[in-house]
């Protein structure tokens, strides 16, 4: 991780109640989590966005800690100190939807992005098609392997709407692979410690039998590859495969030991930045670069539900422009 994403992680966890102008929006981004590196961008990209960098509107981030009563504390805060609009990042998608009630119940307005929360109340939503992420890393491990052999499944958060989706897509590109055994399906909570400790227990458990190994992210998958280095293996010598597009995980692909799905959480944060600040803003022109970089997803005056962020996948031609593109 790089010492400026560590930077990051330290200052973004701003204290509610900090001083803010009183003439300048206050919006609030209530995210699921901070330790890893992937909603360490997501948070980044925030701050840099021009409008917060020409001080037109003052954004607080929580870090949720990945816990939905947490999550439900600092909306509370929020409504109480009186933001404008929240971005809402949740950690369960069926938790998150009391929050986004009370919000709604204050008149302030929720936008969603990365991960899905289940209310019709959510003002409108910019993220990626998980299902479809899901689908293309399990093809991916599952054309590796030809469509025969073992593999395990290491899941995310269990009821977070990406672990939902993204297991939807995986069973999707299995059922197309009927010959394929599913050997070991649990969740590490898109953690990397977690992830190894479960496949030094798999490998130790299956000797010579995984064939494949399915990481919902990029962290899990990484734990994954530690796992099998330290049992004297060789990651080439499996199909792994992660997503989200983090920088270790952009050398691994480099190295040949993974595939990974880039999800640009940068564009998923500014363009909910975009839509809230609109929302309290009726005159504001959206500030990101983002609508010029993916003209596939129109800003449609800030008006629609869904915004759909496209995947890139990880290649070989394009690991060396995205890893320049971290300094």
Not at 119 to 142: H, I, N, W
Not at 170 to 176: Q, S, T
Not at 224 to 243: C, N, Q, R, T
Request: hydrophobic share 45%.
């Amino acid at each position: 991780m790089t010492k400026k994403l560590l930077t990051m992680a330290s200052t973004l966890a701003l204290v509610a109640g900090a001083a803010f102008a009183d003439d300048k929006p206050k919006i609030g981004a209530a995210v699921y989590g901070l330790n890893a590196e992937f909603m360490q961008i997501w948070a980044q990209a925030l701050q840099n966005h021009p409008a917060v960098k020409q001080g037109l509107v003052d954004v607080t981030v929580f870090d949720g800690k990945y816990d939905a009563l947490t999550q439900q504390d600092q909306f509370e805060t929020m409504i109480t100190q009186g933001f404008d609009a929240i971005i809402f990042v949740p950690i369960d998608i069926e938790a998150g939807a009391a929050a986004v009630d009370a919000a709604a119940a204050a008149n302030i307005p929720v936008f969603g992005s990365n991960t899905r929360v289940n209310s019709d109340k959510l003002a409108a939503y910019v993220g990626s098609d998980d299902v479809q992420s899901g689908y293309m890393e399990a093809k991916y491990v599952l054309d590796k392997i030809g469509c025969k052999g073992n593999v395990v499944i290491i899941e995310g958060p269990v009821g977070q709407s990406a672990q939902i989706q993204r297991l939807e897509g995986n069973k999707k590109a299995l059922a197309e692979c009927p010959d394929v055994k599913v050997l070991e399906d649990q969740t590490a909570n898109w953690s990397r410690a977690e992830a190894q400790t479960l496949m030094e227990n798999w490998l130790t458990a299956h000797p010579g039998e995984i064939n494949g190994i399915i990481g919902q992210n990029d962290e899990m998958a990484l734990g994954a590859i530690e796992a099998v280095k330290a049992a004297g293996l060789d990651p080439k010598s499996f199909a792994i495969a992660g997503i989200d597009g983090v920088t270790d995980a952009l050398h691994a692909v480099k190295d040949g030991n993974m595939a990974s799905i880039l999800q640009d959480g940068a564009a998923q944060a500014q363009g909910a930045l975009d839509l809230a600040i609109a929302a309290v803003l009726p005159d504001y022109k959206p500030m990101s670069e983002i609508w010029t970089a993916y003209p596939d997803m129109p800003w449609a005056d800030g008006k629609a539900k869904e915004y759909s962020v496209p995947w890139t996948p990880v290649t070989a031609d394009n690991v060396d422009a995205l890893l320049a593109a971290r300094q």
